[in-house]
């Protein structure tokens, strides 16, 4: 599976992003899509998931702000990334997860007055 994202760039704080993640390969219907983000000097950590039933889950610094959706047809994930903040900046990965993992190239979100 490879994973193409596209999407980041830079924004004032209180803007907006889209992020999208195209999967291409051996797709199965059964899988979950997301995205993590890596701030410098700091671990990856996980920002939003969707599964292939719909199912969401965030992390609570994002939740409300963030809003992860999926187009299985296309086989695209996309993330709405409304009211930015700083702490929001970070290389913003996406992954596609089937038994085994994979990630794509990351794009980078940088908020910034």
């Known amino acids: 599976v490879q994973l193409q994202a596209s999407g980041g760039g830079v924004v004032q704080p209180g803007g907006s992003l889209r992020l999208s993640c195209v999967a291409s390969g051996r797709i199965v219907s059964s899988n979950t899509m997301g995205w993590y983000r890596q701030a410098p000097g700091k671990q990856r950590e996980l920002v939003a998931i969707i599964s292939s039933t719909g199912r969401t889950t965030y992390v609570d610094s994002v939740a409300g702000r963030f809003t992860i959706s999926r187009d299985s047809a296309k086989n695209t994930a996309y993330l709405q990334m409304n009211s930015l903040k700083s702490e929001d900046t970070a290389v913003y990965y996406c992954?596609?997860?089937?038994?085994?993992?994979?990630w794509g190239q990351g794009t980078q979100v940088t908020v910034s007055s």
């Open positions: 992954r596609y997860a089937a038994g085994t993992v994979y």
